[in-house]
């Protein structure tokens, strides 16, 4: 685990705790037990919120990296948390005597449980006798178990069972775990609509509203002093002070805060408990409220920072031959964002030389996620000089992708087309054969309007499309294809002499 996510899991836990709770005494008035429980109801900082955010910013790698796994763990230790605080308010009638030995237990048998279940899946699905479905539910299946086995041996600590568990199996090597990535995709949105749907039904604004200005005063708290301070936990690390500054403007609150609230302030209204009818409203207005300054504030900084990722169209090119340098450099200057990736010396050399970005970090096409400078790419450009290889490239890459994403150069006249679900980077009557020559001799892509005409000689290969606010995610190939809707913009890449 990175040393910047492990200090603000732990130092910015204890330091959002316990001023959140000092904040909800002394600007809200709450009562200390109830004030120690808002606290820690609200140190979770969910992934459903962040990383919606790091999309909008596209802030560097190291950045995006810390705060999307601080907010993977903030959510089940600050639901663990508030969870002990609340057994500790129920048992003890009202006074607050927080248990450590509580937390220790419920955290060591959810770990416990979790590791043993673990074990358990991973042979299974090593054997390779299950189907991808299978897989799913296999897997599935094993996480209610140890999230049940959890709860049974010691209440509520079944959240840090399952949240162990997908740490072991994300972090193993023995089985690949991107199966469950389109089954997770497609369940998430649903049930987190559904999940807020339900939330906000039982909300009642005008509570909100009587917050006033005190509960602005909280939530300005949490987000100038608070988070600041969280993140001041990170000094002496390998992380900048202007990285550090974007992390402090990213912390909102999400579906997690506000699925406990209304089940803890419910409960202690009912147990009678003064000032818990408080605990939800002040919750979601710290939702709102931290959502919106993180919105607004995060780009902001960003951009006076100089780290708001750019929002040029951005090409990464798998293998760097001599056209797709000489592509890349062309497109580059006509203000696209070009990324190489390759392992071969003389290429890493050429695109260096050229002025173009190069990784060579190993790569895994069923895992883009995990590829450097990756995120936030319009389209891939398969273009090694080897066939079966950008097939292998293509097909993997594009059950994780979207097919539009994914272009390959055409393999040889004869070669055997196992895979067509992707778009061609060249067109099909000029062989990159051909191409190479004519860079070889001295000719070099361009880039033109498609109303320009073009030099004597030029050769157009590919067009280019973009939407008119030039969308980091709006850049498309078009070669062999009709004509595209009049509502995006054509440029024609071209070998001239």
Known sequence: MRPAVLRLIT???????????????????????????????????????????????????????????????????????????????????????????????????????????????????????????????????????????????????GLAAALVMGIALINQSRVNMTYIDEFKATLIPILLGILFILLAANIDVGDVIKLGLPGLAFVAFLAFVVRPLAVLT?????????????????????????????????????????????????????????????????????????????????????????????????????????????????????????????????????DPDRITGLSGVALIAIATTDDALNQLFAYELSQALEPDQIYRVPGPENALEVVRNAGRLIRTDVGIDEVEKRIESGQEFAVFDSDAELPDGAVPLLVLETTRNLSHLDLFFYCDRPDSPQRRLRRVAALVP
């Open 11 to 157: 130092l910015g836990v204890l330091i959002t705790w316990g001023l959140g709770a000092v904040g909800a005494i002394l600007l809200l008035g709450l009562s200390t037990p109830i004030a120690v429980l808002v606290g820690a109801i609200l140190i979770v900082s969910g992934p459903t919120v962040v990383l919606p955010l790091l999309s909008f910013v596209r802030p560097p790698d190291r950045v995006r990296a810390t705060l999307k796994w601080e907010g993977v763990m903030m959510d089940p230790i600050g639901a663990l948390v508030a969870v002990v605080v609340f057994a500790s308010l129920t048992a003890s009638n009202g006074l607050s005597t927080f248990s450590v030995e509580q937390f220790v237990l419920s955290l060591a048998v959810g770990v416990g449980s979790g590791l043993i279940f673990a074990i358990l899946l991973v042979p299974i699905l090593a054997t390779h006798r299950l189907s991808g479905r299978d897989k799913v539910a296999a897997t599935l299946m094993m996480v209610v178990a140890a999230f049940l086995v959890a709860d049974l041996v010691y209440a509520d600590s």
């Open 234 to 366: 990170t000094a002496g690390l390998a992380i900048t002070w202007k990285e550090r500054f974007l992390m402090m403007t990213i912390s909102a609150r999400g579906v997690v805060a506000a699925a406990t609230a209304p089940v803890f302030g419910l409960a202690l209204v009912d147990k009678g408990m003064k000032g818990a009818d408080e605990i939800v409203p002040v919750v979601f207005l710290v939702i709102a409220g931290t959502v919106l300054i993180s919105a607004i504030l995060s780009p902001l900084v960003a951009r006076s920072l100089g780290m708001l990722g750019k929002s040029a169209p951005s090409v990464f090119f798998v293998g760097a031959p001599r056209w797709a340098t000489a592509l890349g450099t062309a497109l580059e200057a006509a203000g696209a964002e070009v990324r190489f990736w390759t392992v071969d010396s003389v290429q890493i050399e050429r695109a260096k030389t050229a002025g173009l970005s190069v990784s060579t970090e190993p790569i895994d096409p069923r």
